[in-house]
C-alpha cells in the first residue's frame, strides 16, 4: 500500500471513531447541553430563513411584475425601460465572462505569490508581505473602480489592447477597436480584487502542509518544485479550492468597481474589447430610480438570477472539492 | 381667564412639540447640496426644527412619500399616472431648476456648437465621425478630424437622464419613437458612466468622446460646455441666468406636472433645463409638522432662492414664484388651510 493511501485510511478512522464517540447533545439530560444545542440550532437555521426570505421577497417582487416567462426573460436581450421590455441574457453573459476572467487572471499569480512566500522566500519576508496583502483586501471596491477608471482603463486602450490586438487579432476574443472599458476592463479590475483573497487563503493552506511530508520528499531526491509539485500542492489542494471559490464570490457580486470600467451597455460580443453589462452592475445603477413595477420586478428578477448563478457555481465548486479532496495524492 | 390659560397651553404645547420636531424627507440626490444648505439655514432662524433628508434617489423618494414612511419625498422627474394613483394626495412643488449640458473632447478644438438635430443625430448613432458634413456645416471655420464619436452617457437611472430624453424626444420625432424618455432608457449608441463622474471620466480619456452632465457638476469640475441652439435659433450657453430664462416662459400647469421647460421659447433659455420638485400630501395630517414644512416651503421659494445661485442652481423665475405661492396656500392641515406670512 502506497504511503498517501494509508494516510488516507487513516484519516477515514478517525472520522468514524469521533462520529461514534460523538455524544449527542439531543439525546442528552443535561439542561445546559441541551439549552447549549438548541441555541446553536436556532442560529444554523437563522442562514437558511434569512437565505429562503430573500429569495421569497425576490421571487414576490419578480413574479408579479413580470409577464413574460421565466425563460424568455432568460433568454431576452432586449433591456429597454422605458417600453416595459425586459430580458437578462447579456448581463448573464457579462457576469460570467468577467468572472471568469478574473480567475483565469488571478489564481495563477495568486497561487505563485502563496508558493513563492511560503516555500522560498525568507521567512521574515512572509509578514511584509501578506500585511499589505491584507490592505489589498479590504479597500472599498469604489476606490478600486476610480483607479481601474482613470489609470488602467487608458492603459488598456493605449498599450495592452492594441498590443493584443496586434498579436493575438486572429482570435475573435481581441478583435474590435481598443475602447478601454468593456469585458477586459472588467475582468482584469475583478482579478485584482480577488488576488488578495486567493493568495492570503492559499498562504495558510500551504503553511499547514506537514514539515514531514516536505522533508520526506525532499530526502527521496526530489527538487523544491517537485517538493511543491508532489507534497504541499496536492496536499493543500482542497484548501486552495476553497481559496478560489472565495475569490470567485466575490468576483460574482462586485458591483461598483465593474460597473465602472465594463462599459455599461446590455450587448454580446464575442471580443474582450467591447463593453458589456454585469447582473450587479444593472441593478445598482437603476434600482435607485426605478420606480415603477414592471421595472423593479425585473431588477428583482435578476437578483434572482445572480443568486441561483452563484449558488450554481458554487455548488460545482464544491463537488470539484470533493472529488479533488477524496483522491490519493499522485506521487 | 379661560382665554390666557387656552393660550398658554396652545404654547406649551407647540414649545413642546417644537422641542422634538424632525421633519423626514428623502428622495433625489441632485438637489442634496442646496437642500442640506436650506436645511442648516433654515434651523438657524427655528433651533427647534430639524431635517433630516435622505438622498436615496428619486425613484426611493416617490417610494417613500406613497407609503407614507417620510414626511417629504423629493424627485427630479414628476410622478406617472400610474404612480400618482397610488398616491393621489400628492402635490409636486419645484423649488430650483438644472440644466444639462453637452461635454467634448476634441484635442485642439474648442468652441463647437451643435444644433438639435446634429445632437439627436450623435446620440442616436446616425453621426458617427467628426467630420460629418453636418457637424460642419454648424461649425464654419473648425477643421474638424476624421475622429469617430464616442458616445458617453449616464448608466444610472438619473433625472440628468430623463431632462436630457426629454429635451431629445421634444426635437427629434425618431427619438421619441425609438428611445423614449425616462431615467434609464435603452440608448441606441455608446458607452454608460455611472454617475456625474463616470460620464465626465469617459469624455475626458477618449479623444473624440461627447457626453452630458449637469450643469452644476460642469460648473464646479470647470468643464467646457457646448453652446446649444434653441427654439428661437439662438446659440445658448449653459449657465445659471440661460436655465432660469427656459422657464420664464413656459405656461405650467397648476399642479406641476406638465412642466417641461425642455426646448424653450425665448431668445436667452438654454435648452435642456428642468425643475426639480419637493412632493408633499395636499392635506398635512400631523399639525405642527404640516406647519413646519410648508412654512419651511414658503422660505424655500422665497429667501432659499438666493442661496441657489452660489451651489451652482438656477433660481425659480418668478411667475413660477406666484405659481408656487397659488399652490402653498392651497395645502391644508386637516382639512383646514395654512394662511402664511409675508416675507
Known amino acids: 500500500m502506497r504511503k498517501a493511501d494509508l494516510l488516507v485510511d487513516q484519516g477515514d478512522m478517525i472520522r468514524e471513531r469521533t462520529a461514534n464517540g460523538r455524544p449527542n447533545f439531543f439525546t442528552r439530560v443535561n439542561v445546559g447541553d441541551r439549552t447549549y444545542a438548541l441555541l446553536l440550532t436556532a442560529l444554523g437555521g437563522a442562514v437558511l430563513i434569512v437565505a429562503g426570505l430573500i429569495v421569497f421577497v425576490l421571487w414576490q417582487s419578480a413574479h408579479t411584475a413580470l409577464a413574460t416567462h421565466p425563460l424568455e426573460f432568460i433568454k431576452g436581450m432586449d433591456w429597454d425601460p422605458v417600453r416595459h421590455s425586459f430580458g437578462a441574457l447579456a448581463f448573464i453573459y457579462g457576469t460570467l465572462v468577467t468572472s471568469a476572467l478574473s480567475i483565469i487572471v488571478a489564481v495563477p499569480v495568486a497561487l505563485g505569490l502563496a508558493i513563492f512566500l511560503v516555500e522560498i522566500a525568507p521567512s521574515g519576508m512572509r509578514p511584509l508581505v501578506s500585511f499589505p496583502l491584507e490592505l489589498l483586501a479590504g479597500i472599498p471596491s469604489v476606490v478600486y473602480g476610480l483607479w481601474g477608471l482613470f489609470v488602467m482603463v487608458p492603459w488598456l486602450r493605449e498599450r495592452l489592447e492594441p498590443f493584443l490586438g496586434a498579436v493575438f487579432g486572429f482570435l475573435p476574443l481581441f478583435q474590435g477597436p481598443p475602447l478601454g472599458l468593456g469585458y477586459l476592463a472588467g475582468g482584469l479590475i475583478l482579478a485584482v480584487m480577488i488576488l488578495p483573497t486567493i493568495a492570503s487563503v492559499s498562504i495558510e493552506v500551504l503553511k499547514k502542509v506537514p514539515v514531514s511530508l516536505k522533508e520526506g520528499s525532499l530526502a527521496l531526491g526530489a527538487t523544491r518544485w517537485e517538493m511543491v509539485r508532489t507534497a504541499s500542492l496536492p496536499y493543500s489542494r482542497a484548501g486552495i479550492m476553497g481559496a478560489i471559490i472565495l475569490g470567485l464570490g466575490r468576483a460574482l457580486g462586485e458591483t461598483m468597481a465593474v460597473t465602472m470600467v465594463i462599459g455599461n451597455s446590455p450587448e454580446i460580443h464575442a471580443s474582450l474589447f467591447s463593453p458589456g453589462y454585469s447582473l450587479p452592475s444593472v441593478i445598482a445603477n437603476e434600482f435607485a430610480e426605478a420606480t415603477d413595477a414592471t421595472h423593479t420586478g425585473a431588477l428583482a428578477a435578476l437578483a434572482l438570477i445572480l443568486f441561483g448563478v452563484t449558488v450554481l457555481l458554487n455548488s460545482i465548486a464544491r463537488l470539484l472539492v470533493r472529488a479533488v479532496g477524496r483522491g490519493p495524492a499522485r506521487a | ?343
Open chain 2, 1 to 343: 381667564m379661560k382665554k390666557i390659560l387656552a393660550v398658554c397651553l396652545g404654547l406649551g404645547t407647540a414649545a413642546l412639540a417644537a422641542d422634538s420636531l424632525l421633519i423626514n424627507g428623502a428622495g433625489a440626490t441632485f438637489p442634496f447640496p442646496l437642500y442640506s444648505k436650506w436645511f442648516s439655514e433654515y434651523n438657524k432662524l427655528h433651533p427647534n426644527l430639524k431635517f433630516n433628508y435622505q438622498s436615496i434617489g428619486s425613484g426611493g423618494g416617490i417610494k417613500q412619500i406613497t407609503e407614507g414612511t417620510v414626511d417629504f419625498g423629493a424627485s427630479d422627474a414628476v410622478m406617472t399616472d400610474e404612480e400618482l394613483a397610488k398616491a393621489p394626495d400628492i402635490q409636486h412643488i419645484p423649488t430650483v431648476l438644472g440644466s444639462v449640458v453637452v461635454v467634448y473632447n476634441l484635442p485642439g478644438i474648442d468652441g463647437l456648437k451643435f444644433g438639435p438635430d446634429n445632437l439627436s443625430g450623435i446620440f442616436l448613432g446616425k453621426i458617427k465621425t467628426w467630420d460629418d458634413p453636418a457637424i460642419a456645416a454648424e461649425n464654419p471655420g473648425i477643421k474638424l478630424p476624421q475622429t469617430a464619436i464616442t458616445v458617453a452617457h449616464r448608466s444610472d437611472g438619473s433625472g440628468t437622464t430623463n431632462i436630457f430624453t426629454d429635451y431629445m424626444a421634444k426635437v427629434s420625432p425618431e427619438w421619441k419613437q425609438t428611445v423614449g424618455v425616462g431615467k434609464s432608457v435603452k440608448w441606441p449608441a455608446g458607452l454608460g458612466g455611472k454617475g456625474n463622474e463616470g460620464v465626465t471620466g469617459l469624455v475626458k480619456q477618449n479623444p473624440g468622446a461627447l457626453g452630458y452632465v449637469e450643469l452644476a457638476y460642469a460648473i464646479q469640475n470647470k468643464l467646457t460646455a457646448a453652446p446649444l441652439k434653441n427654439k428661437a435659433g439662438v446659440f445658448v450657453k449653459a449657465s445659471i441666468e440661460s436655465s432660469t430664462a427656459a422657464a420664464a416662459n413656459v405656461e405650467v400647469s397648476e399642479d406641476f406636472r406638465n412642466s417641461s421647460v425642455t426646448n424653450a421659447d425665448g431668445k436667452g433659455a438654454y435648452p435642456i433645463a428642468g425643475f426639480t420638485y419637493v412632493l408633499v400630501h395636499k392635506d398635512q395630517k400631523d399639525r405642527a409638522k404640516g406647519e413646519a414644512l410648508l412654512h419651511f416651503l414658503w422660505w424655500a421659494v422665497h429667501d432659499g432662492q438666493k442661496m441657489a445661485a452660489p451651489l451652482d442652481y438656477a433660481p425659480l423665475p418668478s411667475p413660477v414664484v406666484k405659481k408656487v405661492e397659488t399652490a402653498l396656500k392651497k395645502l391644508t392641515i386637516d382639512g383646514r388651510p395654512l394662511h402664511f406670512a409675508k416675507s
